[in-house]
């Protein structure tokens, strides 16, 4: 059985090692002690073979003891039959139960108990009392002074206490073992994460004792500082940290080679040491304006890419135009390149709307009006008709929201739709509904909706899917409305809907 394998770590080796010297500590008493102890008087020769048996098997043991055996219960097993069988051998020569060896079995019983199963340590207690009455009864068989039986079974059943309650015993340090391994696994499972969160935060971090003297420093400090700050007093690392500061929660600046550092000093609990976070924002000020300009470069590679083409097809259309005598090439010329021309004004109003986005003024609105008159606008810059497009909106409904932004939100959202819907009626529909505290707007068209491969790219800048698009609409929708505290989603081909605060 598992359950009766003690394991070779912990408590078990430790008990298992102690069982080793204490085996050969008796047997060596024995050996060497016991005829002055009047041992093996009955048959004097035997007793010494026996001891010197004892003594040997019990130092091959402690010699021969496996650092790792697969099954270790069988080894405790193989160490207390030893026991039981030297020291009953020796009690026969020696009087028997008379010889005071009872204590030395329950000795050997209790010690191999602490680290096996109960049923094992109950098998451990039979062979003791087994062995304690057969001892007794080959006595009283030869009639060779046998010992009172009822002394003779009691302590038999004393054999049983003592491997009962130290097995109980050991289950329970097993126990307390397997939670104190557990607990320190945890706690170094905890220590490596927060290594690993220090070595990887950008702020430096001090950890000073009760002294003021520096217990860690981590990885970005240490670089900052060109050295290895533990052990030093806080004063000589960061001129004017000290504890007051610490006390007040303040933070205070410090010049380190050359290095302009804010310090935040705090106590994370009453007495004991204290904490200094350090941030070199120079570096951070550095990234920052590189990422800007990482940024920047990306926002003008785009707007070049989607420039160039419809800017070609301008001055294509105007090159053509020159030698054209024909009146209808030339007006188709001339289409062209207004076209081309809007597509670029239309970029260059998103790239506007990205880089003037002032702060939302928002104002409450009366949904159903302000659409209405919105719809009119739409109506007549896409050249639709009054049918094509569909307006629902519930009554009563009042958003709060910055006019000029929901109005360019919307556009994109109807440009979009024009582009793919057809001519019928209801081709594009715009509904308003309250949806618990927020106010739902859905612009949806019947065109073929959004592409598989672009769904996933919807909102990004510059990633267009439609002939003359700029990419940057959907992008524009969706920036403006988190300004707002609201949201644009795309949810089934294509339909789209914003969700705006509405008026408490």
């Not at 102890?37 to 043991?61: C, D, I, R, T």
């Not at 069988?74 to 030297?86: C, F, H, I, N």
């Not at 062979?127 to 006595?139: F, K």
């Not at 920036?479 to 969700?499: I, M, P, S, Y």
Request: charged share 25%; hydrophobic share 50%; with cysteine.
């Amino acid at each position: 059985m598992r359950g009766s394998e003690p394991s070779v770590a912990g408590m078990a080796g430790t008990v298992g090692r102690l069982g080793d010297l204490l085996r050969v500590a008796v047997a060596g008493v024995l050996l060497v002690g016991g005829r002055q102890m009047s041992l093996g008087e009955e048959w004097p020769a035997a007793f010494l073979w026996l001891s010197v048996g004892y003594f040997g098997a019990a130092v091959a043991l402690a010699v021969l003891r496996p650092t790792r055996l697969r099954r270790a219960g069988a080894w405790v097993t193989a160490a207390v039959l030893l026991d039981v069988a030297a020291l009953t051998g020796v009690m026969v020569v020696s009087g028997g139960f008379r010889s005071g060896l009872v204590p030395f079995l329950y000795l050997a019983v209790g010690g191999a108990s602490l680290v096996v199963s109960r049923r094992l340590a109950a098998f451990y207690a039979a062979l003791v009392a087994l062995a304690l009455l057969g001892e007794n009864l080959w006595r009283a068989w030869l009639g060779a002074g046998a010992s009172d039986a009822f002394l003779v079974g009691l302590s038999g059943a004393g054999a049983f206490a003592v491997a009962l309650a130290a097995q109980a015993l050991g289950e329970r340090l097993r126990r307390v073992e397997a939670s104190m391994r557990a607990q320190q696994e945890t706690l170094a499972w905890q220590r490596e994460i927060n290594d690993r969160i220090l070595r990887e935060l950008r702020d430096g971090v001090l950890v000073i004792d009760d002294a003021d003297v520096v217990r860690y420093a981590s990885q970005p400090l240490r670089s900052w500082l060109g050295r290895e700050p533990v052990g030093e007093r806080i004063e000589e690392v960061l001129p004017g940290v000290d504890r007051l500061l610490a006390r007040s929660g303040g933070e205070r600046w410090v010049t380190v080679q050359g290095r302009r550092l804010r310090c935040r000093a705090t106590v994370p609990y009453r007495g004991g040491g204290w904490l200094v976070f350090v941030s070199d924002l120079e570096e951070l000020s550095r990234e920052f304006e590189r990422s800007k300009l990482a940024s920047l470069g990306a926002l003008v590679g785009g707007v070049a890419h989607e420039v160039r083409n419809p800017l070609a097809a301008v001055v294509q259309a105007l090159e053509l135009l020159r030698g054209e005598d024909d009146a209808a090439a030339r007006e188709t010329l001339c289409a062209l390149a207004l076209d081309n021309a809007e597509r670029i004004e239309r970029l260059v109003e998103d790239v506007l709307a990205i880089g003037r986005r002032r702060q939302p003024q928002p104002e409450t609105l009366d949904l159903e009006a302000w659409l209405r008159r919105w719809r009119r606008e739409a109506l007549a810059r896409f050249g639709r008709d009054e049918d094509e497009v569909v307006l629902e909106v519930d009554e009563s409904l009042r958003v709060r929201v910055d006019p000029p932004h929901l109005r360019h939100i919307l556009d994109n959202l109807i440009d979009n739709a024009a582009q793919f819907a057809s001519r019928r009626a209801g081709a594009i529909r715009v509904r308003a509904w309250a949806g618990g505290p927020r106010v739902c707007v859905e612009v949806c068209d019947d065109g073929p909706g959004v592409a598989p491969q672009a769904r996933e790219r919807l909102f990004e800048p510059f990633a267009s899917f439609r002939p003359g698009g700029t990419g940057l609409g959907l992008y524009v929708a969706r920036t403006l409305a988190q300004a707002n505290q609201a949201e644009v989603e795309w949810v089934d081909k294509g339909c789209f809907r914003v969700w705006l605060p509405r008026e408490q």
